[in-house]
């Protein structure tokens, strides 16, 4: 059973940084593209960032470019979001997703995700 | 920048008949997927590659694509299908997620 669990969610300040964990189990890492995903509270979902399975292509949403980095480290089943210079408006649930295959671009496994908020 | 436009809401009785449109420019150029995300939860895959159901999602749930609008479609809907539902495609390196739509089932 594929299991992905987030962490590293949390109150910080604007201007300040946060890094987002996911745990991956139950599948061969290694062989997937890793996504982070995230939703505002009573909104709707927003791709935020991908990375492939070899760290090869790496994507941004214009809204993080810049100021987010996603990375994985195969040996350890883990995928990371470092934020930088957060803002009041990256408030949200975090979700680590995984991509179905590679060039199949859609997630067919979500973590509970992991919620961030960005105040003063 | 692409965009997928659901409407915020639809209403549908138990056993009815339920239709979420998607809509984006030239959307049936591509595959569609849909997820569905109940209170509290994460999102749970419901349809891929615009016709296809994962292991363990019901018959009820279809999905259709052509021209500018996607659509899922859940036959005899029941009171469990009550949730968002969020169509999702893939353009020029990103990925978009549409509105969202809340399913009401009374």
């Known amino acids: 059973e594929v299991q992905l669990v987030e962490s590293g969610g949390g109150l910080v300040q604007p201007g300040r940084s946060l890094r987002l964990s996911c745990a991956a189990s139950g599948f061969t890492f290694d062989h997937y593209g890793m996504h982070w995903v995230r939703q505002v509270p009573g909104k709707g979902l927003e791709w935020v960032s991908g990375?492939?399975?070899?760290?090869?292509?790496?994507g941004y949403a214009d809204s993080v470019k810049g100021r987010f980095t996603i990375s994985r480290d195969n040996a350890k089943n883990s995928l990371d979001l470092q934020m930088n210079s957060l803002r009041v408006e990256d408030t949200a649930f975090y979700f680590c997703?995984?991509?179905?295959?590679?060039?199949?671009?859609?997630?067919?496994?979500w973590g509970q995700g992991t919620l961030v908020t960005v105040s003063s | 920048s692409f965009e997928l436009t659901q409407p915020p809401s639809l209403s549908v009785s138990p056993g009815q008949t339920a239709s979420i449109t998607c809509s984006g420019d030239?959307?049936?150029?591509?595959?569609v997927s849909w997820y569905q995300q109940k209170p509290g939860q994460s999102p749970l895959l419901v349809i891929h590659?615009?016709?296809k159901r994962p292991s363990g999602i019901p018959e009820r749930f279809s999905g259709s694509n052509s021209g500018n609008t996607a659509t899922l479609t859940i036959s005899g809907t029941q009171a469990m299908d009550e949730a968002d539902f969020y169509c999702?495609?893939?353009?020029?390196?990103?990925?978009?997620f549409g509105t969202g739509t809340k399913v009401t089932v009374l």
């Open positions: 590659q615009t016709t």
């Open positions: 999702q495609a893939w353009d020029n390196g990103a990925y978009v």
């Open positions: 997703a995984k991509q179905y295959n590679h060039g199949w671009y859609y997630f067919d496994s």
């Open positions: 990375i492939s399975w070899d760290s090869g292509t790496i």
């Open positions: 030239r959307l049936g150029d591509k595959f």
